[in-house]
């Protein structure tokens, strides 16, 4: 009878669509934002006065979306790695479901930055690809978490999943800060916009006038929006996954 | 190629991804409700048996 409740409520849960929700609220939201972010990205922001190619001045627009996405690439590694370590110390499931939601989100917003990357790269640096330091270590970051969704996937134990995970999350996590300050450390042919450093090896920068810094700003609050709207639905699901999981051990078992 | 033709693609490349990534999480979603379907038929069985 109590399973019988359970599976009722959890079917509630899962098909009540009506009534308006903070999730659909999020969406709207989110949606809007990105709508006006494209906006700002392909109409309103001005071109680089310094790009001289046309084909190269049309691809700097790809800026406004490549630097967001590799944000959110490493705020969600680094969401991971803090709900890893709260559910080392707490035990409790509803860290490791934010670790995995957000991983997951990570390893997707940076295959934007990964394919996105070479096609701004083409018409700037006439190489498709080249094993630079900020590329060589931004394709080991996303392999990383691409294993770490594969350790997931390969231990059957709840509780040891959870935890191997957790470890691991934690770890990967260093790949952020070198990622971060790769652009500025070494010699590299990747430019640092944002914060420019001292790098005289790097092609294809270009002046932040206020308009420029004004888009890019929009398109990082438009992307975290983005971000917290797809974390949301997607720990929803997680949580659902589990208790349909936990249910139907129930069942088997009784 | 075109001028516009890097750019088009740089942009496709995030909205399809987006989208990807947003039709597995409805899928999901649509797997697990179907799952909830078959678990209650299965309780009412066993309800009725009982």
């Not at chain 1, 498709?128 to 931004?138: E, H, N």
């Not at chain 2, 075109?2 to 990807?20: E, K, M, N, P, R």
């Not at chain 2, 179907?34 to 009412?44: N, T």
């Amino acid at each position: 009878m109590a399973t019988q409740t359970a599976v009722t409520q959890q079917e509630q849960t899962t098909t009540t669509g009506g009534s308006f929700t903070y999730g659909h609220a999020l969406t709207i939201v989110s949606g809007v934002l990105m709508i006006a972010a494209l906006y700002m990205a392909l109409i309103w922001a001005p071109d680089a006065v310094n790009l001289t190619a046309p084909a190269e001045r049309a691809a700097q627009r790809i800026f406004y979306f490549h630097v967001p996405a590799a944000w959110i690439g490493f705020l969600a590694f680094i969401v991971a790695a803090v709900a890893s370590l709260l559910y080392l110390i707490t035990r409790k499931q509803k860290w490791d479901v934010w670790a995995l939601s957000s991983v997951e989100l990570g390893v997707a917003f940076f295959a934007m930055v990964m394919l996105s990357g070479p096609i701004w790269a083409k018409p700037t640096w006439n190489v498709w690809w080249t094993w630079d330091p900020r590329l060589t270590i931004s394709t080991i970051s996303w392999l990383l978490y691409i294993g770490y969704l594969m350790l997931r996937g390969a231990v059957d134990n709840p509780d040891r999943q959870a935890r191997f995970a957790a470890v691991y999350a934690i770890i990967a996590a260093m790949s952020v800060p070198i990622n971060w300050i790769a652009i500025r450390w070494w010699r590299t042919i990747h430019p640092a916009v944002v914060l420019p450093g001292n790098n005289s090896g790097a092609q294809g920068g270009f002046g932040m006038s206020a308009d420029i810094r004004t888009t890019l700003i929009f398109c990082l609050f438009a992307f975290t929006m983005f971000f917290i709207t797809l974390m949301y639905h997607r720990i929803k699901l997680e949580n659902l996954k589990r208790r349909v999981e936990t249910i139907r051990q129930q069942i088997i078992y009784q | 190629m075109g001028d516009l033709t890097f750019l088009a693609a740089g942009y496709a490349v995030f909205w399809i991804v987006s989208f990807v990534f947003i039709y597995t999480l409805v899928s999901r979603q649509r797997n697990l409700e179907k799952e909830v379907q078959v678990l209650e038929q299965l309780v009412q069985q066993e309800s009725e048996t009982e």
